[in-house]
């Protein structure tokens, strides 16, 4: 089976608290690619981050970081001193090389940082 | 700036009456996506294009149809819609399809079927 679990529905969180959204996948290909993106409340989903499955290596980009862990099948996003605009909706995602960059979305977890 | 635009991003329907929903990217990429998103749930793919080659979701009803007559632009076609059919629907294009191209989309169309 092909597919990505996003357990946590919803998160709410105080601005400059940090928070972790997990993600969990499944699939039984060698070659792989994860990805999240945000969906803020105007519905447009903006691309964060990408990363094969060769490539283990955490990524830190400002407030962002991202930690991808095959033993575990994880790859979670976490967001440091949290701001009231990182208020959105955020997909982990999954794809493959020959299914044509089909993205096979997680449920989303929707964050809420109040100020 | 190059980027992804759908029009209209609010459409209201008939049940029953088609309906074309519209994606243009100014990318010059070479996979136009369309997906599905109902309320609280993740995007779901209907079908893209690679250049001119249509590739259709197994679970895609027949009810939608898609045509890419350039480069730029793709339409959504719902034939008959039906009350299960209203949605946010996301148009994405990426530069090739596979590997780790990264998808951007456009802002979507809310569509409201009456």
């Known amino acids: 089976a092909q597919k990505v679990t996003q357990a946590q529905t919803e998160i709410s969180v105080v601005e400059k608290e940090d928070v972790t959204l997990d993600c969990v996948y499944e699939?039984?290909?060698?070659?792989?690619?994860l990805f999240w993106y945000k969906q803020p409340p105007s519905g447009e989903l903006v691309f964060l981050i990408r990363?094969?499955?060769?490539?283990?290596q955490n990524e830190i980009s400002g407030r962002y970081s991202w930690n991808f862990q095959k033993s575990t099948s994880s790859f979670n996003f976490t967001i440091t001193a949290s701001q009231v605009v990182d208020s959105a909706v955020y997909f982990c995602?999954?794809?493959?090389?020959?299914?044509?960059?089909?993205?096979?979305f997680g449920q989303g977890t929707e964050l809420s940082v109040k100020p | 700036d190059a980027m992804v635009i759908q029009n209209p991003r609010y459409q209201v329907t008939q049940f029953g009456k088609p309906v074309t929903l519209s994606c243009s990217q100014t990318?010059?990429?070479?996979?136009m996506y369309w997906y599905q998103q109902k309320s609280s749930q993740a995007p779901k793919l209907l079908f893209h294009?690679?250049?001119?080659?249509?590739?259709n979701e197994a679970d895609t009803p027949d009810n939608f149809q898609s045509r890419r007559p350039n480069t730029s632009f793709c339409f959504l076609d719902i034939r008959s819609p039906g009350l299960g059919d209203a949605a946010m629907y996301l148009c994405?294009?990426?530069?090739?399809?596979?590997?780790?191209?990264?998808?951007?989309f456009g802002p979507g169309t809310r569509l409201t079927v009456l």
């Open positions: 699939t039984r290909d060698t070659t792989y690619y």
């Open positions: 995602a999954l794809s493959f090389y020959n299914q044509g960059g089909k993205l096979i």
């Open positions: 994405a294009t990426s530069r090739e399809a596979g590997r780790n191209n990264e998808q951007f």
């Open positions: 990318l010059n990429h070479n996979v």
């Open positions: 294009y690679y250049d001119k080659d249509f590739n």
């Open positions: 990363r094969n499955s060769f490539d283990e």
